[in-house]
């Protein structure tokens, strides 16, 4: 039996030419509140109530996260085939989501049929302590999963209770007080040594800061990494990031600013991957931190920033860093993480600084590599941005040349089942029967992949030799015969018999 390996035919499955699409497992579905009518509706046309995405979201996580109607949830929850425990995406089960958006309505509902609560995610994180990274405050969420045997002693990995990861949002002690009368201390320490000041620090909550120095909580302590509050606010939460009040409040304390962590992070360096705000960036310089230091990767402030953060914050960084070329201990440089994961603005910023598109990182991928893999939005598969190859193109870098494995732009663009890139690659001169290293030629994997022959027709009409064989003598009419989508579709493949 002939064995196919190949690394990107999984990534057919996910892209937008081949998924089929469950209408129950689009947000946009819930967001337009649907009657219960309309549920059953979509189900009968075989939209699957149970079914996941390649997240592990299925209708019911989707539907809580899309604050969709009470009585949908309710609906789908009555199908026979709803497991109210059913562990849905990173080990969660429905009740963790309904915590999470403070929907304590649907919390009962699903206490009352079944719901476990004294449970932890596949992270380690308990329901109750999972809540408020849905920045949930209110007593009686809190109230009503303790009643219903929710430990309130349960910890994260890294030893957080409720009560200290609450300190990142609560604006009153309110709730302070309703923590300590169920046994948990405002001295409470996770496992690294940070309390709730630290906690407090890490997302801004200025407020909170206050109310704990009130009560006597040690601001001055180091964590067990030799962090002081300043460093560990630095790194910024999920849910928010220290902001310049915050650092000032603490500065104003007596709190060392310039300092150094064990793995030779500063407060700048962490900063410039989450910091918003330019003028965060700005008070550590101007608290003497050297923006060129570097940590034990070998990251300096410009390569943290460049990742994902704005514009703004990248420029005064790029306008104060020697070498916009450094690359830490992977050889990856600013300019490579800006091209998979920020705008084409902060691209040619780097550009305009003299960042190289030559560069090659230690697993011999160059910034063809990054583009291709470029992130979108959370959960979101992004559409190649045309726009900011082209400005790398405009700089001197060569799209014609292959990755290490072989796959050139014409490989990637039938991967992506993009026209768009396809268009390029052929502009761009770039081998369209150019086999990779398993063998493949773009047409052979479009034959083995594609849902309609309108790719293959493309490529054939661009120069796809239709000869080309496989390791195992395949050419890509015999891998288009044995398609299953194309065979069900009765498609004509007597092109490429030519």
């Not at 405050?137 to 990861?165: C, E, N, P, R, S």
């Not at 709730?175 to 940070?194: Q, Y």
Request: glycine content about 6%; cysteine-free; hydrophobic content about 40%.
């Amino acid at each position: 039996m002939r064995k196919i390996i190949f690394s990107l035919s999984a990534a057919f499955l996910t892209t937008g030419l081949w998924a089929q699409q469950n209408a129950l497992l689009d947000r946009a579905f819930w967001g337009n509140n649907p009657s219960v009518a309309e549920v059953q509706a979509a189900i009968k046309k075989g939209n699957s109530p149970v079914e996941m995405n390649n997240r592990s979201f299925d209708a019911i996580a989707t539907a809580i996260m899309a604050d969709a109607p009470m009585e949908d949830i309710q609906y789908l929850v009555s199908l026979k085939e709803t497991d109210i425990n059913t562990i849905t995406h990173d080990g969660r089960t429905y009740i963790f989501w309904a915590a999470y958006k403070n929907n304590l309505p649907l919390v009962k509902y699903l206490v009352e049929n079944g719901a476990t609560v004294n449970l932890k995610d596949g992270h380690g994180i308990p329901l109750m302590n999972f809540a408020t990274y849905g920045k949930v405050t209110d007593v009686a969420m809190y109230d009503y999963l303790i009643a219903k045997g929710a430990d309130v002693q349960l910890t994260t990995k890294d030893g957080a209770t409720v009560f200290l990861l609450a300190m990142q949002y609560i604006q009153d002690d309110s709730l302070i007080k309703f923590f300590e009368s169920h046994g948990l201390s405002s001295e409470t320490e996770d496992a690294n040594g940070n309390n709730a000041m630290f906690y407090a620090a890490r997302s801004g909550n200025a407020t909170m800061l206050k109310t704990l120095k009130a009560r006597g909580i040690n601001y001055k302590k180091q964590n067990k990494a030799g962090e002081n509050i300043i460093l560990y606010a630095a790194h910024g939460t999920r849910g928010g990031n220290a902001n310049l009040e915050t650092y000032e409040y603490l500065k104003g304390l007596g709190v060392p600013v310039n300092t150094v962590s064990a793995e030779g992070d500063t407060p700048l360096l962490l900063a410039a991957g989450n910091a918003k705000d330019p003028r965060v960036i700005q008070f550590f310089i101007d608290n003497g931190i050297n923006v060129n230091a570097t940590n034990k990767a070998g990251d300096n402030a410009l390569i943290n920033a460049a990742q994902r953060n704005s514009y703004d914050v990248v420029k005064i960084l790029a306008d104060k860093t020697k070498d916009v070329n450094h690359s830490n201990k992977d050889d990856k440089t600013a300019l490579m993480y800006a091209v998979q994961g920020n705008d084409t603005q902060t691209v040619a910023l780097l550009l305009d600084k003299g960042a190289k598109v030559s560069a090659v990182d230690n697993d011999g991928h160059t910034l063809l590599y990054y583009w291709v893999n470029e992130r979108g939005a959370r959960g979101v598969k992004p559409t190649p941005n045309i726009e900011k190859l082209q400005l790398l193109k405009e700089h001197g870098f060569d799209i014609s040349k292959a990755e290490p494995n072989g796959n050139n732009l014409w490989h990637l663009a039938v991967e992506k089942g993009s026209f768009e890139l396809m268009e390029m690659a052929k502009e761009s001169n770039v081998a369209i029967n150019a086999k990779n290293n398993e063998g493949y030629t773009p047409l052979l994997l479009a034959a083995m992949n594609a849902k309609n022959t309108e790719i293959l027709e493309f490529l054939v009409a661009n120069g796809a030799d239709t000869k080309s064989t496989t390791d195992f003598e395949e050419t890509a009419y015999d891998l288009a015969a044995e398609n299953e989508v194309l065979k069900k579709n009765k498609a004509s493949l007597t092109f490429l018999k030519k």
